[in-house]
C-alpha cells in the first residue's frame, strides 16, 4: 500500500523504547495528530507519532476502517470457535499458566492478558471480571478476529504487521473508541521461528506503565522457550517410543550391560526366554541374574571383541537350551568402551526359521488327494487316524502310489502341523554323505567340511516332522544311528561329542518288502519293530481303476491352470485303453502321460491318437476290462446323482470331485442329469 506524498520517512527508532512520562500531555499530542492524519493532513510530529504507527494508520485508511467507531463484526462461536481452538491448543495449553502469571502482577488494575493466533483471532483472555464483562460489549472476546482491516491500529492486528514487541498508546489507535486503551503486544514463535500468535496486555492508557511491555515480552519468551521444551520432549518421546518398538520387534533376546556387568536393557523377548515378566532384571549384575551355572556364556561376553552367531548352551532354570551369540561393544564418541549389546537367537527357532526359508514344509493335505475308489478311501482313513498320534509311521507302497503325498497330509493333520517338515530320500544320496545329511557335522570333521559346521535334517526338523523315503536304502550302520535317534529323541554331529536333543516324528516309507529285507540282513529288525508302529499299505493303481476318469479330470484340470489350456474332453477311447493298462509307474506314471498328451493336443480334447505307443497299443490279458469301465462309469453316474439329491451345490460336487465345471457339465451331460 502507498503511503500519502510528503509522508515521513521510516525511522529506526523502535516503538518499545519510548519511554512515556505525562500520559495525559502525551495522550493530548496523540490525539491532536490523529485529527490531523483523519483531516487528510500528511505532516505530523514524527516525536508523536512513531513510523510502525503511520504506517498502520495508512494502512487503515486504505482498508476503509472508520476511524470514528470500529465495529468488530467477525466473531466464530459454536463448533467454529471449538474447531479455532482445538487448531490452537498446544499454544493455549503452554501460554495459559504464563498468561495467569502475568495476570497476577497487574490484578485488580484493570489491565487484561490476551492470547492471540497468527490470523488475528483471539484464543484466550484473563482479567478482572469486570473489565472482561465490559470488554465483550466491543466484542473483544474468545473467538473475535481483531486484524487491521476489522479494528483499525490496534496490539493485536498491527502486531500482525509488524511481527515484534510493540506498544499502542492512547490516540495511537486508528478508531476513535479505543483511544483510552494502551496495549502492549509481544510476538511468539514456534521452535522453527515460524509467528503464531502474540500475547497483549491493554487496559487504559494512564494505568499502563513503561515496564508493562518489558512484562509482555518476558512472558513471551518464556513461552518460546517453553514451546522448544516441548518440541524436545515430544521428539525424545517420539524417538524412544520407536526405539523400544524396534528393539521389541527383534525376535531376538537383546541385553544391554555397562563395563559392570550391570543390565541397563532387556527386550521382551529375553525376559520370555529366561524370565517371568515380573522378575525386574534392570540395574542387576548379568552374572546374579543368570546364575552361576553360566560360566561359558560369560567367558564369552566379556572377550573384548565382537562375536557373531557364535553357539552358547545357557542354562535357565535348570534347563540347558542352545542359543547363537552376537556381542558388540558400545562406544563413546572418543572411542571408549561403555558397555556391550548381547543378541541371542535360540537355536530351535533359528532352525525353523531356516527350514522355511528353503522350504522345508509340507504343502499337501488329505482333502488333495483325489480318490473314492473303498479300499483307497480305507487307506486314507487309516493315515487320518494315525496323524492324530505322535507314533511312527511306516508307509509301505509301489513307487508313484503317492507316499510322499500322504506323508504330508500326515503332517499337516498333525498337532505338529506349525512345525518343519523334512522330506529326505535316503536313496538319492550317496552312502558316505547320508549319515552327515542326516545328522550334520562339525567343523573339520572331514575335508571339504562347512566352516561352523552345518545342521542335518534331524536338527532342521526339529519340532516337526521328518520323512524317511526309501528307507530301506540306508546302509546298516546307519539304521543303528536312526534305532539311537527313536530310543534317545537325540543326535551327535558326525566329528562331534555334544548330544543334542530332537523332538521329531518320523515318518519312513519303502517300495521293498522289509520282512523280506529283515529276513537277508539288508535292514535291522529292531529298527523295522520301532519305525513300525503303524503301518499303511499304499493302494496301487492297478487296484483302483474305478478312479482313473476322476484322476483323468483332476490332472487336466491341474495342468490347464499351468499350461494355461482349455481342454475339457476326454475321448472315451482314452479312458477305455487307460483302463486296459496296468500302469506300473502307478498315479505318477499316469499324471506324467496325461500332462505328455496336453502338451501335444492343439485342440480342446485329449484323444487316442496322442497316447504314448507302449500304452497304445498294450493288450491286457483279462477281457473283462470294458465291463469294469461300464461299472466306472455307473459308480460315477450314482455319485452324481446322490450328490444332487442331497441338494449339493455344483460348486460343491466341483470341489468333492476335483474336477473343472466345465467337466461337470460335460458329464451331467453325457449322464443326462441336466
Request: net charge neutral.
Amino acid at each position: 500500500m502507498e503511503k500519502p506524498k510528503n509522508s515521513p520517512k521510516k525511522r529506526n527508532l523502535p516503538v518499545a523504547d519510548q519511554r512515556i512520562v505525562n500520559y495525559d500531555e502525551e495522550h493530548q499530542r496523540t490525539r491532536k495528530e490523529w485529527e490531523k492524519f483523519i483531516s487528510g493532513g500528511t505532516e505530523l510530529d514524527e516525536a508523536v507519532i512513531p513510523n510502525e504507527i503511520l504506517e498502520s494508520w495508512i494502512r487503515c485508511k486504505n482498508y476503509g476502517v472508520n476511524p470514528k467507531k470500529a465495529v468488530i463484526n467477525n466473531v466464530l462461536t459454536g463448533n467454529r470457535l471449538q474447531d479455532l481452538q482445538n487448531r490452537n491448543k498446544d499454544l493455549i495449553k503452554i501460554s495459559w499458566p504464563f498468561m495467569r502469571h502475568l495476570y497476577k502482577f497487574v490484578e485488580g488494575s484493570g489491565i487484561i492478558v490476551v492470547l492471540f493466533n497468527h490470523e488475528g483471532y483471539l484464543l484466550e483472555i484473563i482479567g478482572d471480571e469486570h473489565v472482561i464483562t465490559h470488554a465483550r460489549t466491543g466484542n473483544f472476546v474468545p473467538g473475535a478476529y481483531w486484524g487491521e482491516e476489522s479494528a483499525g491500529t490496534n496490539g493485536v492486528g498491527t502486531l500482525l504487521k509488524v511481527q515484534r514487541p510493540i506498544q499502542i498508546f492512547g490516540c495511537q489507535h486508528y478508531c476513535r473508541n479505543f483511544h483510552r486503551e494502551t496495549g502492549s503486544s509481544a510476538p511468539i514463535f514456534n521452535p522453527e521461528g515460524e509467528f503464531i500468535g502474540g500475547l497483549v496486555m491493554t487496559g487504559l492508557y494512564y494505568k499502563v506503565n513503561p515496564h508493562t511491555l518489558g512484562m509482555t515480552v518476558a512472558a513471551a519468551m518464556a513461552i518460546e522457550n517453553e514451546l522448544r521444551i516441548n518440541k524436545a520432549l515430544i521428539e525424545a518421546h517420539v524417538a524412544n517410543s520407536y526405539q523400544k518398538t524396534v528393539i521389541s520387534s527383534i525376535p531376538e533376546a537383546l541385553i544391554a550391560i555397562d563395563n559392570d556387568g550391570l543390565i541397563s536393557l532387556m527386550n521382551d523377548n529375553a525376559k520370555n526366554m529366561f524370565f517371568s515378566q515380573n522378575k525386574w532384571v534392570e540395574h542387576k549384575n548379568i552374572h546374579e541374574v543368570f546364575g552361576d551355572k553360566n560360566g561359558e556364556f560369560f567367558r564369552m561376553i566379556e572377550k573384548n571383541q565382537s562375536l557373531i552367531d557364535v553357539e552358547v548352551r545357557i542354562f535357565s532354570d535348570d534347563v540347558a537350551k542352545d542359543y547363537t551369540l552376537t556381542s558388540n561393544p558400545i562406544l563413546s564418541n572418543n572411542g571408549e568402551l561403555m558397555g556391550k549389546i548381547i543378541i541371542l537367537n535360540e537355536i530351535k527357532r533359528a532352525k525353523m526359521l531356516v527350514t522355511k526359508m528353503i522350504g522345508a514344509k509340507a504343502n499337501l493335505r488329505f482333502e488333495d488327494i483325489c480318490g473314492m475308489n473303498q479300499g483307497f478311501l480305507e487307506t486314507i482313513r487309516q493315515a487320518r487316524m494315525v496323524s492324530q498320534s505322535n507314533s511312527n509311521v511306516l508307509l509301505l507302497g509301489e513307487s508313484g502310489t503317492g507316499k510322499d503325498i500322504f506323508a504330508q497330509a500326515i503332517h499337516n493333520a498333525s498337532k505338529r502341523r506349525n512345525g518343519p517338515y523334512v522330506a529326505i530320500n535316503c536313496g538319492a544320496i550317496p552312502r558316505d554323505l547320508i549319515s552327515s545329511e542326516l545328522f550334520g557335522y562339525t567343523e573339520g570333521s572331514f575335508t571339504g567340511s562347512k566352516r561352523g559346521g552345518n545342521q542335518g535334517k534331524f536338527e532342521l526338523a526339529d519340532g516337526g516332522t521328518i520323512f524317511l523315503d526309501e528307507i530301506a536304502e540306508t546302509p546298516l550302520e546307519l539304521q543303528a544311528a536312526l534305532l539311537r535317534v527313536i530310543e534317545d529323541k537325540s543326535i551327535v554331529r558326525i566329528g562331534g561329542s555334544s548330544v543334542r536333543p530332537v523332538d521329531v516324528r518320523i515318518i519312513v516309507a519303502t517300495n521293498r518288502h522289509l520282512k523280506e529285507e529283515v529276513r537277508k540282513g539288508n535292514f535291522r529288525e529292531d529298527l523295522y519293530y520301532r519305525a513300525n508302529v503303524f503301518s499303511i499299505n499304499m493302494v496301487p493303481l492297478r487296484e483302483r481303476l474305478d478312479d482313473i476318469p476322476l484322476l483323468i479330470d483332476y490332472f487336466i484340470n491341474k495342468h490347464s491352470k499351468i499350461m494355461e489350456k482349455g481342454i475339457d474332453r476326454v475321448d472315451e477311447k482314452v479312458t477305455n485303453i487307460f483302463m486296459n493298462y496296468p500302469w506300473p509307474g502307478n498315479v505318477r506314471e499316469l499324471q506324467n502321460v496325461i500332462e505328455r498328451m496336453m502338451n501335444y493336443s492343439q485342440t480342446n480334447e485329449l484323444t487316442a491318437d496322442l497316447i504314448p505307443e507302449e500304452i497304445f497299443h498294450f493288450q491286457k490279458q483279462t477281457p473283462l476290462i470294458s465291463e469294469e469301465f461300464e461299472a466306472t462309469k455307473d459308480i460315477e453316474r450314482q455319485m452324481i446323482v446322490k450328490m444332487l439329491q442331497l441338494n449339493m451345490s455344483k460348486s460343491e460336487i466341483i470341489k468333492k470331485l476335483k474336477i473343472s465345471r466345465s467337466t461337470l457339465y460335460r458329464k451331467l451331460e453325457r449322464y443326462n442329469l441336466e
